[in-house]
């Protein structure tokens, strides 16, 4: 009996596979079928399992075949046998996913500057095989191509139009950007007595974003509005006294010029979040990814990064 003990440690799981598949359709037949092999290999294999473990297991019939009373003692054995092993499987494609694979990221330019540097230094030091690339645009485009599954994970700004998977990272304040001898009557905040006869330079990307409400707040027509191509070129047009720059507090953190920078007499803020696609299985890496985004900016900001559900 001990060496009959001993030897069933070598039977291969696929014996143990067949034998819950046998049990589960009550035939060796479609047994066989599933398992896309002969039915003389799964009476093999039943033979076998038999053999190894010292007594029978089923008791066949015409009817069919039922468990013996030792044949219901061993089965949910063997089923934590199997659950064992696809356990092992799903991590070693968990283990084997972040260790290797590609990644792609959509970012508009300021999380481009002042975010992901950081971000992915931090995480290809982690994962040195995984390959990243960075994909910059407009928020929608980033939305759109998050949608379609040409990027992996997306950063832009509410609102989103495509349903997607969404996190709110941060609310990024809107300031007002004056040229350096230039102060409100207040001498605190932008009012709209500060900026009558005012032009104002900003991306063109952002004019039907939320530079475009604080605009509209402010009754400010296209009209009064020059377009620049990034955010340094709107610090140099207001350096040079050709208009007043609408710029969110991160897309300043690495521009220079000599202005000023105040806030606006009510609070504007843009809303910047992470998106994925709902339907789209999440890799292993691109998981992890979204963890140290996550971890980045709860220890920036030191707030809590949330969750938004079913927006459309």
């Known amino acids: 009996m001990k060496k009959s003990i001993l030897r069933s440690y070598f039977v291969s799981t696929f014996s143990y596979q067949v034998f819950a598949t046998v049990v589960r359709y009550q035939s060796f037949y479609q047994a066989s079928q599933v398992l896309n092999v002969t039915p003389s290999a799964v009476s093999h294999s039943i033979n076998q399992l038999e053999e190894q473990l010292g007594f029978p297991l089923l008791i066949r019939s015409r009817s069919g075949m039922t468990l013996t009373h030792d044949g219901e ?11 064992a092993e696809a356990d092992l499987q799903q991590m070693g494609y ?3 996913g972040l260790r290797s694979g590609s990644i792609k990221i959509g970012a508009f330019s300021s999380v481009c500057i002042n975010w992901l540097p950081k971000i992915l230094s931090s995480f290809s030091k982690k994962y040195p095989d995984i390959e990243v690339s960075i994909v910059q ?5 980033i939305s759109k191509k998050v949608k379609s599954g040409e990027l992996d994970i997306g950063f832009t700004t509410l609102p989103v139009a495509d349903s997607l998977d969404i996190t709110l990272l941060i609310k990024d304040p809107i300031y007002c950007i004056t040229p350096a001898d230039f102060e409100p009557e207040n001498k605190k ?3 709209p007595q500060d900026i009558i006869n005012q032009k104002f330079i900003l991306q063109k990307i952002d004019y039907d974003r939320d530079t475009k409400s604080v605009l509209d707040n402010y009754s400010v027509t ?3 509005i020059n377009f620049s191509i990034d955010d340094q070129s709107i610090i140099s047009m207001v350096e040079a006294g050709i208009g007043f720059g609408i710029l969110p507090e991160l897309a300043l953190q690495k521009i220079q010029g000599n202005v000023k920078v105040y806030p606006f007499h009510q609070s504007f803020v843009r809303q910047i979040v992470l998106v994925m696609n709902k339907s789209k299985i999440i890799s292993p890496s691109v998981a992890e990814l979204v963890v140290a985004i996550r971890d980045f900016v709860t220890q920036t900001y030191a707030i809590n990064v949330e969750k938004i559900n079913d927006i459309s």
């Open 94 to 96: 968990n283990i084997n």
């Open 137 to 141: 645009g407009s928020f929608e485009d």
């Open 222 to 224: 296209i009209n009064s």
């Open 73 to 83: 003692i061993v089965l949910p054995f063997v089923q934590k046998i199997l659950d």
């Open 189 to 191: 905040n932008i009012t």
